[in-house]
């Protein structure tokens, strides 16, 4: 176990320099220049030229690539992830006002997901071809097909403006400071990064149960006088669990994505909107940390799945 | 007491009882399972379903414009979120275009992307998936490990970080979509060619001294086409919904050109959910109905062409 | 055996006592793509207390079905007992309630399913899942209940029994598990124990050792034995009276030594010749020709007849289902000329292919 986690964490740092070394060159390919972006064209003078040049030069912009890179991810390791351009504040006070609530909401949006997928991916598989399989398969496909988005605007629509029950933005009404206000704000983003992540886990759910379900041991289970119920959770569950965990575990870095919009339909103070708001503004120190940060969770949550898999299946050996 | 009867034998008899006419009886055989598959298909009312609803949307985006008078572009200041009437079937936008005509228009450009994208990237993942299925080895581990990260990053994350420096028009989404949906394609025909590279006929051919390029081209593909099939169709649908998500964030197609995703971006404003929902609903709805039909399309594919995944 | 007696529900059963188990004209209906398929059609058979009833036939035959339907064990649906009668113990489990049948499960009757490697649950370990059925019909603790397992397990001849209810199935060889699985089905010393084809999918070295296992354990509980195979030399091993099915029915039924020396149906009568024996060259070995039977239509005839030198050109065999009649001592044949069977020597006894005549 030991030589197999080690040598699968040294993989894992490997790609993860590698990475770090794509996102960087991309971004330092790009076109346009971060410091000359900022200053309007009309106030465009020669002056201009060399208060850039001596921009570039504060910023370390000026220096070869591969420099530029050892230098960054020498700071990185320090926590000093250098400064946004755009405002000229450390990229990590930045980042870390705004993981909090991206974590928050993907941590709660996740446990939704989990929890609809298993109730009704089971249910559907037991019930398999009949109507109630058709009405939970249905749903998912259309919440699939949705864009998860739309069904937050839509949400807002129903329950913000129509019904009025529930806040449509942020994380708290301004000035208010109770636990009862936070999760109003809560509902409507958990509830449809839940709704939409769920879609996908619930069919992968429901068809492993059904492998499963007509497998020989549940057949032995029941021979030795086991409930129908009781052969499906002692024995049915545990083995479809197997492949399940390891997808949930490949699944929560596709759960940024879903909090990238989520955060952005709710203007929640989150990652997500920060990165839109940054793309736009070509800052680049910030741009690159968030795409480390997510290599980091892409990474880790592969390792996590990997790991899972050999603790959870008795049959894989550890080479 | 070993001597069991094998009631597999016999089952093979009639088969030699056609031997003598193997010309028509190959043609039936080669006929028989695409018009099974066929009948299948037809079967499933979802399916059915799906891919009408799917060519009557294909075939309005394409030909509406031929038929009336749709202006996506002119600006008119004097008519800005109106709300729909006999003029503008939708309404007019933000800037006061006609919505129904952006509809339209942006569902060119959304199914374009969508469309494209697949292709492009069944192709990639197709390369990728024949190579490292059939040159094993390095390659393929390289490849594998490669399409591990690739499947796990969240793309609309990169896809942010990347088109928000190079900016983004129609080739550069197609191709970034591309990039990062190849995986699923490259790890099913590597999946095919390993488990056919073992099948008598691919070792006699290798034993024949065929070439390995002639050999993914003449038997390893044909065989993975159905699947590689399913899995593009629904890639088309995931590529719409990319394509809508990119451009509601304002990282997609830009204005003035149309696409169901910048449509929705609108309803970033709370007033424009509120009281105008002729400016999100159309073209959420469009979406969902375009990306509905073609799922039900492909997992009709998938069900006709593989009986057995069912 | 002029008086010809025909099987049915009010005829009393061989022998004056009340049989284990008694089914009489068994329907089991699959729904199909293709339609309904009548995998058990109007089966007949008893099983005294004690006793190991051989079943043969061929995959389809309906032997499975049959033994399946006793515990409510098809899977429903696409299938569903149509018809006929299931007395176990002097209980009727057609239509029994799903409870009767799960307190019988396990306890009064056991399985042996074919393949080992399946039938085990992968991720629990051997020990547990012994134990498992243990504690449902006695109630035992885990630890008493893992105790009981860890006997099963030597009874059966597992070598370092503690050890081995420890592992997971994986761990095991193919005979192994075989084993595993006899102890679980006789582990709360079941009355009856049905055994599916135990020894198909295991190494022609382990089925002998897995046969006698099996013997071993049904001489050690006392309880009548089922045992379904497509190896006639098995029967011969093994049971004491012996039931040949085909095409969802019974074709014939007697006493092993009765039907091995004189069979009175053509279909035995191939099977028989299809057997290697040591007075016989295996040059002579002959196979029965074409195919099983499509169960998807009610055959109205003999459902053997297009493979059948006696009936293939007889109408009477082609309209007319022949009943399950009495041709001697304990010893019954559904074939309308059982006299002409053996009349010439067992290799002519069947029609060569011609299968295309049902279509």
């Known amino acids: 176990m030991g030589a197999y986690l080690l040598r699968r964490l040294a993989s894992t740092v490997l790609v993860f320099f590698l990475i770090t070394i794509v996102v960087f060159t991309l971004i330092h390919l790009a076109p346009g220049d971060p410091i000359a972006m900022q200053i309007p064209p009309d106030q465009y003078t020669s002056a201009t030229q060399d208060f850039i040049a001596a921009k570039r030069h504060e910023l370390g912009l000026d220096r070869a690539l591969p420099i530029q890179y050892l230098t960054w991810i020498g700071h990185a390791f320090t926590g000093d992830l250098g400064l946004s351009i755009v405002n000229g504040r450390p990229v990590s006070e930045i980042i870390g006002e705004r993981i909090v609530p991206t974590l928050e909401l993907m941590s709660l949006g996740m446990i939704l997901a989990i929890v609809i997928a298993l109730v009704f991916g089971t249910w559907a598989a037991v019930r398999k071809n009949r109507i109630v399989d058709y009405v939970i398969t249905f749903f998912s496909m259309l919440t699939i097909s949705t864009p998860g988005f739309f069904i937050g605007i839509m949400a807002i629509y129903l329950f913000s403006v129509k019904l009025k029950l529930l806040p449509s933005a942020g994380m708290s009404t301004t000035g208010v400071h109770t636990t009862a206000d936070a999760l109003k704000h809560l509902i409507l983003p958990v509830t449809i990064l839940g709704l939409t992540m769920s879609a996908g886990l619930l069919r992968f759910v429901r068809g492993a149960m059904i492998s499963e379900l007509t497998a020989d041991y549940q057949r032995t289970a029941l021979a030795k006088g086991l409930t129908r119920g009781g052969v499906v959770v002692k024995h049915v569950f545990r083995n479809a669990l197997i492949p399940i965990l390891t997808v949930i575990a490949y699944m929560i870095p596709q759960l940024l994505s879903g909090a990238v919009l989520i955060e952005s339909v709710f203007a929640w103070p989150g990652m997500g909107s920060m990165v839109v708001d940054e793309a736009a503004k070509n800052d680049f120190p910030v741009l690159i940390a968030f795409a480390m940060l997510t290599a980091i969770l892409v990474l880790l949550s592969n390792l996590v799945a990997d790991v899972l898999y050999t603790l959870v299946d008795p049959r894989v050996k550890l080479r | ?310 | 055996m002029t008086e010809q007696v025909s099987i049915t529900k009010d005829t009393a059963p061989i022998g004056d006592e009340q049989p284990l188990l008694q089914v009489t004209d068994l329907q089991v209906e699959f729904r199909t793509d293709a339609g309904r398929a009548y995998a058990v059609d109007g089966v007949s058979f008893s099983i005294a207390a004690g006793e190991i009833l051989g079943v043969v036939g061929e995959s389809g035959s309906g032997k499975s079905v049959t033994a399946m339907s006793i515990l409510g064990l098809v899977p429903s649906p696409p299938g569903r007992i149509a018809g006929g009668s299931i007395v176990l113990q002097g209980q009727e489990l057609v239509g029994a309630s799903e409870r009767t049948l799960r307190k019988l499960r396990g306890s009064a009757v056991g399985v042996i399913f074919q393949d080992p490697m399946t039938a085990l649950n992968p991720v629990q370990r051997v020990g547990r899942q012994i134990a498992e059925g243990i504690r449902i019909h006695r109630g035992l603790s885990k630890d008493k209940a893992l105790e009981r397992a860890v006997e099963l397990l030597a009874l059966v001849g597992v070598p370092q029994p503690e050890l081995r209810a420890r592992q997971y199935p994986h761990e095991f060889s193919g005979g192994m598990r075989q084993r595993a699985m006899i102890a679980m089905a006789i582990a709360n010393d079941p009355a009856l124990l049905i055994a599916d084809e135990p020894t198909t999918a295991l190494d022609v070295t382990i089925q002998a050792q897995v046969l006698d296992v099996i013997r071993h354990s049904q001489q050690e509980t006392g309880a009548a034995t089922i045992f379904i195979t497509h190896d006639l030399g098995v029967v011969a091993e093994l049971a004491e009276r012996v039931m040949v099915m085909y095409g969802g029915r019974v074709m014939e039924t007697g006493r092993v030594s009765t039907i091995f020396r004189q069979p009175r149906h053509p279909y035995t009568a191939g099977l028989l010749a299809s057997l290697p024996s040591l007075t016989r060259d295996d040059a002579e070995l002959t196979p029965i020709p074409g195919n099983p039977p499509s169960i998807l239509a009610k055959v109205k005839g003999c459902p053997f007849q297009p493979r059948c030198v006696i009936g293939r050109d007889r109408d009477i065999c082609a309209a007319e289902r022949p009943p399950l009649l009495e041709v001697g001592t304990d010893h019954l044949s559904a074939c309308h000329f059982p006299d002409e069977v053996g009349a010439s020597a067992p290799e002519q006894q069947v029609a060569p292919d011609d299968s295309e005549v049902r279509s």
């Open chain 2, 1 to 310: 007491m070993t001597a069991t009867f094998d009631p597999n034998l016999p089952a093979a008899a009639p088969a030699a009882d056609h031997s003598h006419d193997a010309a028509e009886g190959l043609a039936a055989v080669r006929r028989s399972p695409s018009r099974m598959a066929l009948r299948r298909y037809m079967s499933n009312r979802l399916a059915v379903a799906g891919a009408v609803v799917l060519v009557v949307l294909v075939l309005g985006v394409l030909l509406l414009p031929v038929f009336m008078h749709l202006d996506p572009y002119t600006v008119d200041p004097l008519n800005v979120r109106a709300k729909p009437t006999g003029d503008h079937l939708l309404g007019t936008d933000g800037v006061g275009r006609d919505v129904f005509a952006r509809l339209v228009y942006g569902g060119r450009i959304s199914m374009l992307i969508g469309f494209s994208a697949a292709l492009l990237a069944v192709l990639i993942g197709s390369l990728i998936g024949a190579l490292a299925g059939t040159l094993g080895g390095w390659v393929d581990s390289t490849f594998m490990r490669m399409a591990d990260v690739f499947m796990s990053f969240p793309n609309l994350v990169a896809i942010i970080v990347v088109v928000g420096i190079f900016g983004a028009n129609v080739i550069v989404m197609v191709i970034l979509l591309a990039l990062f949906g190849w995986t699923q394609t490259a790890r099913v025909v590597r999946g095919m060619i390993l488990s056919l590279r073992e099948r008598e006929y691919v070792q006699a051919s290798r034993a024949f001294g065929a070439k390995p390029l002639w050999l993914i081209s003449r038997h390893l593909l044909p065989a993975a086409l159905s699947q590689v099939v399913v899995l593009m169709t629904l890639e088309v649908a995931g590529f719409i919904l990319s394509e809508a998500a990119l451009s509601f964030l304002g990282v997609g197609i830009q204005p003035p050109t149309a696409s169901w995703g910048n449509m929705l971006q609108a309803a970033q404003q709370y007033t424009v959910i509120s009281s105008m929902p002729w400016l999100w609903l159309p073209p959420g709805l469009a979406i969902a109905l375009t990306v509905l039909a073609i799922n039900f399309v492909g997992d009709g594919l998938r069900d006709a062409l593989d009986p057995r995944q069912r």
